[in-house]
T-cell receptor, first 115, second 112 residues
Framework: GAVVSQHPSWVICKSGTSVKIECRSLDFQATTMFWYRQFPKQSLMLMATSNEGSKATYEQGVEKDKFLINHASLTLSTLTVTSAHPEDSSFYIC???????????FGPGTRLTVT | GQQVMQIPQYQHVQEGEDFTTYCNSSTTLSNIQWYKQRPGGHPVFLIQLVKSGEVKKQKRLTFQFGEAKKNSSLHITATQTTDVGTYFCAGPLGNQGGKLIFGQGTELSVKP
């Protein structure tokens, strides 16, 4: 099956700093990728849709200036958490679908801890 | 807004017992998907149901899509320790291609 990778798998940063998370589709091209956030013991909440070559679309309540998304190529989307605060600590997961498929392939996730 | 609800939130079973999780949507869905997330892992696609009243089986797992296409269920027969994890249902979010809204998930633990 299709493979999606994420980097880093975990990161600890200080409050006020920015963190960049990469999501790559390794063996297929993804014009669209999705970013989710998951708090412990909770469901996945869609944050935004990353579109190659155009601006990301954000779900209601997600600050686009805080969570910067760039989808510069067909295999890479990045999420930058700017001026991170402890409440941003979470598990961030990306996903993508292969062309013509409905199945979403998820990356392994990035666990962000802001101290 | 659109909601997808799942019950129960947790289920603890003895190995060999059956398990069922139920999913209900506030809106009619064109399709429903099921994912499994192992502890510490990421969601993995299990199946998609599209047709009203559809039933699909994968070994010990049976998936159903309701006649009204607003509810679904996942039933596991004779659970094994390898079934441990959280099971999520997910439906299309609005009519915007590819976006999913997930249920809260049912966490299954299996006692050997």
């Amino acid at each position: 099956g299709a493979v999606v990778s994420q980097h880093p798998s975990w990161v600890i940063c200080k409050s006020g700093t920015s963190v960049k998370i990469e999501c790559r589709s390794l063996d297929f091209q993804a014009t669209t990728m999705f970013w989710y956030r998951q708090f412990p013991k909770q469901s996945l909440m869609l944050m935004a849709t990353s579109n190659e070559g155009s601006k990301a679309t954000y779900e209601q309540g997600v600050e686009k200036d805080k969570f910067l998304i760039n989808h510069a190529s067909l295999t890479l989307s990045t999420l930058t958490v700017t001026s991170a605060h402890p409440e941003d600590s979470s598990f961030y997961i990306c996903s993508a679908s292969t062309p013509g498929s409905y199945e979403q392939y998820f990356g392994p996730g990035t666990r962000l801890t802001v101290t | 807004g659109q909601q997808v609800m799942q019950i129960p939130q947790y289920q603890h079973v003895q190995e060999g017992e059956d398990f069922t999780t139920y999913c209900n949507s506030s809106t009619t869905l064109s399709n429903i998907q099921w994912y499994k997330q192992r502890p510490g892992g990421h969601p993995v696609f299990l199946i998609q149901l599209v047709k009203s009243g559809e039933v699909k089986k994968q070994k010990r797992l049976t998936f159903q899509f309701g006649e009204a296409k607003k509810n679904s269920s996942l039933h596991i027969t004779a659970t094994q320790t390898t079934d441990v994890g959280t099971y999520f249902c997910a439906g299309p979010l609005g009519n915007q291609g590819g976006k999913l809204i997930f249920g809260q998930g049912t966490e299954l633990s299996v006692k050997p």
